[in-house]
């Protein structure tokens, strides 16, 4: 294992990469940016200078700007996620969008659907028994590792050792090298007013020995700031944030009543900074778990006081949610929320959250109509959250729907929501008073 000239890394690369291959790696923090730079700065040579050749890239949530729509010469892109530096792909046109469950990912890969021909890692050292971490992530990963013709390894000594339920030999690689460059942090402001607010009336709803599942973000984090209060919370989620190592640290997080992986915290992937890594690493109260774990209905369903916590652009007086497009450009993904939103649904004591503020640059975020399509439906909608209070949607009608979602509108906007209401609900047939 060597650092390799630029050169001599992408004789390597030619070596291993068909044109075209479809190439997958960790998304966000995961990326391993020496092999993902290398890829964009040799695609003409690696895609053989377009046609049938060209390669074709998963793109899941971005935290570098190494994928620009200039490499659209020679690249297409796919994926789930259009957010942070992945907006500028989606804002040119150059990004196809996939629209399905986070949770079905594993099986699209392992049936064929989604081919997964080159798998970039960003791995741990080894440790004594020559085992290398995936560090970071495990998510979707394993699948496309199980199906990948090649698997690329790039070393990096301030990626931590952790646990879980894959670790790869030596011999699993067909190049390995050293990291060139720092993992990537995720960046996060400091909430303002409202976050806080809306964190204040999350962790009211939340009882000590509650297991967490956090979406990502500047207001899952506030949550989590929040909860420094409670006692004995466990963890059960996609994305691991600092606020998730924070109440570790503080004695908050135990997963001592959680009913399945007792003692244990699960997550997908790390997506924090230096702190979070160092709590991970070799932390056997930490486990990350392939996306077919974390984001199985049954586990999640019988999951103790399962509390999902996740965000959205918008939501409409009935309570159709839409994460995907703001402002017509696409933003989110369909992710794991309506997986989570349902886990915690048939959990005993859980709670289906949905957290947002009320505008964002003076409009309104609790709307008549969607502007973008309908992440999740109304049928799974259960309790909203913004800074003026909490809707609980759960076994009302659509006319109690829409008083109450009204209710935690921002106050300049709800006589005009309660005019669109009228003819709103005369179309679903529905009575409002």
Not at 108 to 118: F, H, T
Not at 398 to 412: Q, Y
Request: with cysteine; aromatic share 4%; hydrophobic share 45%.
């Amino acid at each position: 294992m060597s650092v390799l000239s630029p050169d001599a890394l992408q004789e390597r690369l030619q070596a291993l990469i068909r044109p075209g291959d479809t190439l997958w790696w960790g998304q966000a923090t995961a990326e391993p940016l020496t092999l993902t730079r290398a890829v964009v700065a040799h695609r003409h040579a690696l895609a053989r200078h377009g046609g049938q050749g060209r390669l074709r890239v998963f793109v899941g949530m971005g935290a570098s700007d190494t994928l620009q729509p200039a490499h659209a010469d020679a690249i297409d892109f796919f994926g789930y996620a259009a957010g942070g530096p992945h907006r500028a792909l989606a804002q040119a046109g150059v990004l196809d969008i996939l629209p399905s469950h986070y949770s079905h990912l594993p099986g699209l890969i392992d049936e064929g659907l989604l081919p997964a021909d080159v798998v970039l890692l960003q791995v741990s050292p080894p440790d004594a028994q020559g085992r290398y971490s995936l560090g970071l992530v495990h998510e979707y990963l394993p699948a496309a590792i199980r199906k990948a013709r090649v698997l690329i390894g790039e070393v990096n000594p301030a990626i931590p050792w952790t646990h879980g339920s894959l670790h790869l030999q030596a011999g699993d690689f067909a190049l390995l090298v050293d990291a060139e460059h720092p993992p990537l942090d995720q960046a996060r402001s400091a909430p303002g007013p409202a976050e806080q607010a809306i964190a204040g009336h999350v962790a009211a709803l939340i009882e000590d020995g509650a297991t967490l599942q956090v979406g990502v973000g500047n207001l899952p984090e506030a949550v989590l700031a929040a909860l420094h209060g409670h006692r004995d919370l466990g963890l059960h989620s996609g994305a691991v944030g600092d606020g998730i190592a924070a109440l570790a640290e503080a004695g908050v997080l135990t997963h001592a009543r959680k009913s399945q992986d007792r003692g244990v915290g699960i997550g997908g992937i790390l997506m924090g900074g230096e702190s979070l890594r160092r709590w991970a690493h070799r932390n056997p109260a930490l486990q990350l778990r392939e996306t077919r774990y974390t984001h199985d209905p049954e586990v999640l369903a019988a999951s103790h006081r399962l509390a999902a916590i996740n965000s959205a652009v918008e939501v409409d007086l009935t309570g159709q949610i839409n994460s995907e497009v703001a402002g017509g450009v696409y933003v989110g993904a369909v992710g794991g929320a309506v997986d989570f939103l349902r886990g915690a649904a048939r959990s005993r004591g859980g709670l289906p959250i949905i957290a947002l503020s009320a505008t964002a640059r003076g409009a309104t975020r609790i709307v008549a109509r969607l502007s973008g399509p309908v992440s999740t439906p109304r049928s799974d909608a259960g309790l909203i959250v913004t800074e003026h209070g909490v809707a609980d949607l759960r076994g009302q009608t659509l006319s109690r729907r829409v008083k109450r979602l009204i209710d935690i509108a921002a106050p300049e906007h709800r006589a005009d929501l309660e005019q669109q209401a009228h003819t709103l609900l005369r179309q679903c047939g529905a009575a409002f008073s």
